[in-house]
């Protein structure tokens, strides 16, 4: 079974500033897709970034980056020049290449910005 | 206009009722998913089709049936509700494998059962 796990329930950043959020994950998969998505108050599920597991090389967007390492089973998810607007809950999750890919969601982080 | 919408948006019922929650997208996806999402515990998959013919339970699927109408077209249903069916539902929907796979979300519906 895939399990995700997300053990800082909690973070805040001074705005402009960087912060990381951790995951990790476990598989007995060798192919999968790795995901962290936003939910802002509004409650809708955003689509932040992700990343192909065969890659190694570390998927990019904007101000988001995530460090990506296989072998250890970590997925964690970097906020460079955090904003206002990037306050919600982020959630990481992980889906099969296999079967019925759904998608296995960590318990989320909260992350505050503070002015 | 959205992709996926969702309706209603929120419900507030009682133990025992029958309640359907509708799930349209016009992203032309085959497949379509529900999944809950309660305090603490993230989203879980309750149901998931991958086309109008094929349906499959998920980690969470007791007390809950689904309908896929049609490929747009994939409604939630708690036959009886209960308290602890209260809580954030979500549809979404994907393409195929690979590059096509990501998922995208309705709005969700808050579901409130007395």
């Known amino acids: 079974a895939q399990t995700v796990t997300q053990s800082q329930p909690e973070m805040s950043v001074q705005e402009a500033e960087t912060v990381t959020l951790s995951c990790t994950y476990d598989?007995?998969?060798?192919?999968?897709?790795l995901f962290w998505y936003k939910q802002p108050p509004s409650r809708q599920m955003i689509l932040v970034i992700r990343?192909?597991?065969?890659?190694?090389q570390n998927a990019t967007e904007n101000r988001f980056s995530v460090n990506f390492q296989k072998a250890a089973k970590s997925f964690s998810l970097k906020i460079s020049d955090s904003q206002l607007g990037d306050a919600a809950m982020y959630f990481c999750?992980?889906?099969?290449?296999?079967?019925?890919?759904?998608?296995?969601f960590g318990t989320g982080t909260r992350l505050t910005i503070i002015p | 206009d959205a992709d996926v919408t969702q309706t209603p948006r929120n419900r507030i019922t009682k133990t025992g009722k029958r309640i359907m929650l509708e799930c349209s997208q016009t992203?032309?996806?085959?497949?379509m998913y529900w999944y809950r999402q309660d305090p603490g515990l993230g989203l879980r998959l309750i149901y998931y089709?991958?086309?109008?013919?094929?349906?499959n339970k998920g980690e969470i699927s007791d007390g809950y049936s689904v309908s896929r109408q049609a490929q747009a077209k994939f409604s939630l249903s708690l036959e009886s509700a209960i308290p602890n069916q209260t809580a954030l539902y979500f549809c979404?929907?994907?393409?195929?494998?690979?590059?096509?796979?990501?998922?995208?979300f309705g709005p969700g519906t808050r579901l409130t059962v007395l």
């Open positions: 089709s991958f086309d109008v013919k094929d349906i």
């Open positions: 598989t007995s998969e060798s192919d999968y897709y």
């Open positions: 990343q192909e597991a065969y890659k190694q």
């Open positions: 979404a929907t994907s393409g195929t494998s690979g590059a096509d796979n990501e998922q995208f």
């Open positions: 992203k032309g996806h085959d497949r």
């Open positions: 999750a992980q889906q099969s290449n296999f079967g019925n890919e759904k998608l296995t």
